[in-house]
């Protein structure tokens, strides 16, 4: 038995975005944000790329939104690579989730909150070693909340979870080891199959049902994601010895390239030209979101909406 890996974007979104997937996902939420505390009881799974599109306002591409029973917004996002500026990309997208949800004529009372649940194959904090991070507006002195306190940033790093299977305490535990083992399983351990979400977790990460196409897509993103690791780290290094990062910019490219050619064929010269102009910063942004182009009119309004 084979799983795929929920690390990589297109395992996750099946996984945890999919139609079938609301129970998966209440039960997820509830382990990763309250402790799992049955605090979420229904929620809807929303398309994290429906927003309102405003002249001048940035793309964001999430993996997966969900509205929840109370009105709350949750946007998550399983980021593998530490890319530059990734802080201020987690904060952008839940203050633009926040501010996108009024039209005009909309009242300010109408908002709802929201919160950016954001797990990482890298350590976001180095200064201390709690697997998981809740942050909210506070007074800077006597540390009380903010009186709309609409905002929440929770970040869970998976390296610094360290449990094996036979020391997982609660269903907190279970799922964070599902987010970091399942792609290197061969059977469903009998301890996750306890928990009915997680045992359909598995189901739906079994190879077996997943489509040829799906696997084809899967195993792209999989290959590019270790090159891409591969392309930073080299890009790094070079950074460190030369002061630039011209080394990564250029491998970062010519991966998207290749990805871009198989997904939606032989780019022409043009397209070429324009994404070889993009910053480090944009090129972030467009491994993000090619996986969802399926021509190269995709890319061609990604590219009129992201490179001005």
């Known amino acids: 038995m084979r799983f795929i890996n929920p690390k990589i974007d297109f395992a996750f979104k099946k996984i945890f975005g999919s139609a079938q997937s609301n129970d998966i996902l209440i039960s997820f939420l509830n382990a990763l944000l309250y402790e799992g505390r049955s605090i979420i009881e229904s929620l809807e799974i929303l398309d994290p790329y429906l927003a309102p599109q405003i002249a001048g306002v940035k793309n964001s591409y999430l993996d ?3 509205l929840l029973n109370d009105g709350t917004f949750v946007i998550i996002e399983m980021q593998v690579l530490k890319v530059q500026a990734f802080g201020k990309r987690v904060l952008y997208n839940a203050a633009k ?7 005009r004529g909309e009242l300010y009372q109408q908002l709802r909150p929201v919160i950016a649940l954001t797990i990482t194959d890298f350590e976001m904090f180095a200064e201390h070693q709690d697997v998981t991070s809740h942050f909210v507006f506070k007074e800077r002195t006597r540390l009380s909340d903010y009186l709309q306190n609409d905002i929440e940033l929770v970040f869970v790093e998976l390296p610094k ?3 094996e ?6 269903i907190t535990d279970k799922w ?3 987010i970091k083992t399942t792609g290197t399983l061969d ?5 996750m199959a306890t928990v009915p979400e997680i045992q359909k977790a598995f189901e739906i990460a079994n190879e077996v049902s997943l489509t040829q196409d799906e696997l084809n897509t899967l195993q792209q993103q999989e290959f590019f994601a270790q090159d ?3 392309s930073v780290a080299i890009g790094r290094e070079e950074g460190r010895q030369e002061g630039r990062q011209e080394g990564r910019q250029e491998a970062q490219i010519e991966l998207i390239m290749l990805s871009l050619n198989r997904l939606v064929g032989q780019l022409n010269p043009d397209l070429e030209s324009r994404i070889q102009q993009l910053s480090i910063d944009q090129l972030d942004d467009l491994v993000k979101a090619l996986w969802d182009f399926s021509s190269q009119e995709d890319l061609t309004a990604w590219l009129e909406a992201n490179s001005q």
């Open 64 to 66: 997966v939104k969900a």
């Open 97 to 103: 989730t926040y501010a996108l949800q009024l039209t």
């Open 161 to 163: 979870f360290q449990k």
């Open 165 to 170: 299977l036979e020391h997982l305490e609660n």
């Open 176 to 178: 964070i080891y599902f």
């Open 187 to 191: 059977e469903v351990p009998q301890t």
């Open 228 to 230: 891409q690791e591969s």
